[in-house]
C-alpha cells in the first residue's frame, strides 16, 4: 500500500507537488479547534459532573471533528476560485457557516448553562474563537479583502455586543471581540498568502512551458532559415549548371564533363552544409560567400561588380550575417538569371548616420518579372528575406528591398556601426 502511494506521488511533476503540499498544509490547520475540544473542552465539562455541561461539550466537539472533515474539499474548491479554476463553493461555505453558527450556540451555552467555572471561561472562549478559523480561512478566499475584513470587523462587533448583553461584562465583551478579530485575522495571514504564493509558483510553472515551447519554435524557426539559407543557392546553381552541361553534351562538347564535375561538388558540400544546419553550427563566412557569388554569376553570364571598404574590421557575428545576405541575394539574382545582365555590390560607411550599408543590385526585372522577383526575394510574405530580417534584428540591422528605377531591383542592409564592430 505504501509502495503504491509512493509511485503514484513520484509520478507527480514539481509543481503538483508543491500544490499538494500548500493545500494539504491548509487541510492540516482546521483540525485544531477539535482537538481544542477534545483535550481542553471535554475535560473540564467532565469536572463538572453536570450532564447538561458534558453534552453540551460533546455536540461542539463533534461539530468541529465534522468541520475537520468538511475543510478539505472547502479548502480545495475556495483555493481553485482564488486560482480561477472554479465556481465558489457556495453550497459549502453555508454548511461551513451553519456548523460554526451551531458551534458557537453550544460553546455559549456551556459558558452560561454548563457550570463552568469563571477561571476556565478562558478555554471555552478560546476554542470559541478557533472555531470560526475554518470558514474565515474559506471565505477570506473566495471574496475580495475589503470584503472579507468588513465582514470580520461586523462579526466581531456582534459576538461582543451578544456577550455584553448575556453577561453585562464589558471587559469580557471586548476581550471575545478582540479574540474573535485575531483569530480572522490568523486565518486571513494563513490563507491569503497561501493562496497567492500557490498562484505564482503555477504562474512560474507555466512561464518555464511557454519559455520550452517558444525555444522549439525558434529552433524550427532558425532551422527552417538556415536550410532555406543553405540550400536556395546550391539548388539554384545545380539546375543553372545542370541545364548548361545538357546544353553542352548536346553539342558533344567535353565541357559538359567539368561542369557535371561541378555539380557533384556542389551537391556534396550541400550534404555537408545541411548537417552543419542540423548541428547548428552553420556560419556563413563573407569573404567566401563573395568569392563564390562573384564566381557563379559570372558562370551564369551576368557582369558582377564587387564595391566596398577595404580593411574594415568586422565582427564574427556581422560577417556571418552580411555573408547570408551576399548569399540570399545571389540566390534571387539566379531565380532569374535569364535576364539578369548585371548586377552590382557595394559596401561603404555612412559616417553621418554611423551604419555600414550594403546594397545589392540588379537589372533585368520588368512588367511581370518584377513581380515575381519581388516574389521569389521575399518582399513580404516570402521566406528569404524574412530569414534575413531575422538574423538582422539582434545586430540591430535593418533590411529594405524593392524596385528603385526601371528595370532594377535593389536589397539595401543597414547595421550600426558599434554593433559592426566598426570604431570610425
Known sequence: MFGRARTIWKRRNEMRVVDVYFRWTLHCIPWMPAFLML????????????????????????LSLAQGGLAAPLLNR???????????????????GLITLLNGAALFALLFVGGIGQEDQATVLMATAAAITPVYKAQCLVVS?????????????????????????????????????????????????????????????AARTTASRLAVAE????????????????LAVIALKSELAVQLARRERPEAVAQM??????????????REVVRGYRKADLQAELAGARSILRAAGVDCRFEGEEGVPLS??????????VREGTTNVLRHAADVRTCALRTRIDPERSVLVM??????????EAGEEGTAAGTAAGSGLKGLRERLQPLGGTLASGPVRKGSYRLTVELPMTTAGVTG
Do not use: C
Open 39 to 62: 483535550f481542553g473542552v471535554v475535560p473540564l465539562a467532565g469536572l463538572t459532573g453536570r450532564p447538561l455541561a458534558i453534552a453540551l461539550a460533546g455536540v461542539a466537539a463533534g
Open 78 to 96: 475556495a483555493l481553485d476560485r482564488y486560482l480561477n479554476r472554479g465556481a465558489t463553493p457556495r453550497a459549502l461555505l453555508l454548511a461551513s
Open 145 to 205: 479583502k475589503r470584503q472579507f475584513l468588513g465582514a470580520l470587523a461586523g462579526t466581531a462587533a456582534g459576538t461582543g455586543v451578544l456577550l455584553f448583553v448575556l453577561t453585562g461584562s464589558w471587559l469580557g465583551a471586548l476581550g471575545m471581540a478582540a479574540m474573535v478579530a485575531f483569530a480572522g485575522l490568523w486565518s486571513f495571514v494563513i490563507a491569503r498568502p497561501t493562496g497567492w504564493l500557490l498562484s505564482v509558483f503555477w504562474k512560474l510553472d
Open 359 to 368: 546594397t545589392m543590385e540588379n537589372d533585368g526585372v520588368g512588367g511581370t
Open 219 to 234: 529552433e524550427r524557426l532558425r532551422f527552417g532559415r538556415d536550410l532555406h539559407d543553405v540550400m536556395g543557392r546550391n
Open 261 to 274: 564535375t561541378e555539380v557533384q561538388r556542389i551537391a556534396q558540400e550541400s550534404q555537408r552544409e545541411i
Open 316 to 325: 564574427a557575428e556581422v560577417e556571418s550575417a552580411l555573408g547570408w545576405v
